[in-house]
């Protein structure tokens, strides 16, 4: 076996040193771009964050789920100029969470023992939103008239993705289609909020989250993040939907509108409006 001479251990220490600085460069990319890690829900986490109250509802966005598919409203990699491609598609049955849709808050909020209802559920027997407590939004961007109403008249909802409610649709369940009505610059392009609530794009952009808040609503309040990244690594936030709403975080007022004339993105890094 080969003996280690004196340039043999410059090396080895010279690869400890670097070994060393590139954790401590990581580390300090990963602080200022607040990189999350995904930590699935141990056992422990289960026993912690799980829902304990009977009155808690997660509502699954199967609205939002039949806009964003191929053949959806509007193209999601195009400019809002071409928008809407159809203004009446097919809707897309069950249950199929993605990221568009708020694939970890449904994953781990499912985990946790959060009972789930959908769109087209609250939307046929609205008043089911009665029997509970506290809801719980995904990324429901589309709604009917009859869900609106049911969501915003309760007094305890918690938007946990930007953007909620914000275009109205209708839905022909004798063809099982659903079409536009209003909003997202339909139909004229002064139009941006369908329901003129006062969700709004602002923070749909924010994948990192850093520095987030909780936003105060009028019924609840709103995560100022798109925090499908934060869901699976920051178990405070799990902390706060269970305590809601017998126990609130810090509240900062409603954010503004965002400001439609800067370019916008969507989640593939393509711009979308207002490109140079």
């Not at 076996?1 to 990319?29: E, P, R, V």
């Not at 939004?137 to 008239?145: F, K, V």
């Amino acid at each position: 076996m080969k003996k280690f001479n004196k340039k043999d251990y410059l090396i080895f220490g010279g690869c400890i040193l670097l070994t060393i600085f590139a954790i401590s460069y990581n580390q300090k990319i990963i602080a200022e771009n607040q990189i999350y890690f995904p930590r699935p829900l141990t056992d422990d986490d289960i026993k912690l964050y799980s829902n304990t109250d009977n009155n808690a509802v997660l509502v699954f966005p199967d609205l939002t789920n039949s806009a964003y598919q191929d053949q959806g409203f509007y193209p999601h990699n195009g400019t809002l100029e071409t928008y809407p491609l159809h203004d009446t598609i097919k809707l897309v049955p069950g249950i199929n969470a993605t990221y568009l849709t708020g694939l970890s808050g449904y994953s781990y909020l499912v985990q946790l023992h959060y009972p789930v209802i959908t769109d087209t559920m609250i939307d046929q027997h609205p008043d089911i939103l009665k029997q509970y407590n506290k809801v719980i939004l995904l990324h429901n961007e589309y709604m009917t008239t009859n869900e609106f109403n049911a969501i915003s008249t309760h007094k305890n909802v918690i938007y946990l993705y930007p953007n909620s409610a914000y275009a109205q649709v209708t839905v022909d369940y004798k063809n099982w289609t659903m079409s536009l009505v209003r909003g997202h610059h339909y139909p004229t392009k002064d139009i941006e909020n369908g329901f003129g609530f006062v969700t709004s794009s602002h923070g749909e952009y924010d994948l990192n989250c850093k520095n987030y808040k909780w936003v105060s609503m009028p019924n609840g309040m709103q995560l100022s993040c798109w925090g499908e990244f934060l869901i699976k690594s920051d178990r405070s936030v799990l902390q706060t939907i269970k305590d809601f709403p017998s126990k609130m975080p810090n509240l900062i007022s409603a954010i503004k509108p965002v400001n439609m004339t800067i370019p916008r993105y969507d989640y593939t890094g393509n711009c979308i409006s207002n490109c140079k």
